[in-house]
């Protein structure tokens, strides 16, 4: 079964850290490009961070650069999204996503994407 599962969200203050986990099981993620996703209450779903197939390029959202980090383990299978100095409007459900191209993912294009983890909440907040 094609599938992922993300992990590691929960409630924290400002200025913390994170790590969200995104688990692939049925397929092999180094073929794949990754994505994070989040869609924040009453907005649209937006592109967070990702990282191409091809060359390992990662790209980030200018809301995130320089506090959110992507990264793979391509021996557990598993993608990161390492996020610190967490602030308020960080608050929503975060989404792992793969595609199988290795061309430029910046335009997080949502149907490019071919396989999607359920979401974990990620709440920040004093």
């Known amino acids: 079964q094609v599938q992922l599962v993300e992990s590691g969200g929960g409630l924290v203050q400002p200025g913390e850290s994170l790590i969200l986990s995104c688990a692939a099981s049925?397929?092999?993620?180094?073929?794949?490009?990754i994505a994070w996703f989040r869609r924040a209450p009453g907005k649209e779903r937006e592109g967070v961070s990702c990282v191409s197939s091809v060359g390992g390029t990662a790209h980030y959202a200018d809301s995130v650069k320089g506090r959110f980090t992507i990264s793979r383990d391509n021996a557990d299978n598993t993608a990161y999204l390492h996020m610190s100095s967490l602030k308020p409007e960080d608050t929503a459900v975060y989404y792992c996503?793969?595609?199988?191209?290795?061309?430029?993912?910046?335009?997080?294009?949502?149907?490019?994407?071919?396989?999607w983890g359920q979401g974990t909440q990620v709440t920040v907040s004093s």
């Open positions: 049925g397929f092999a993620l180094d073929d794949y490009t």
């Open positions: 996503a793969a595609g199988r191209f290795g061309y430029d993912c910046s335009g997080y294009v949502p149907d490019e994407y071919t396989t």
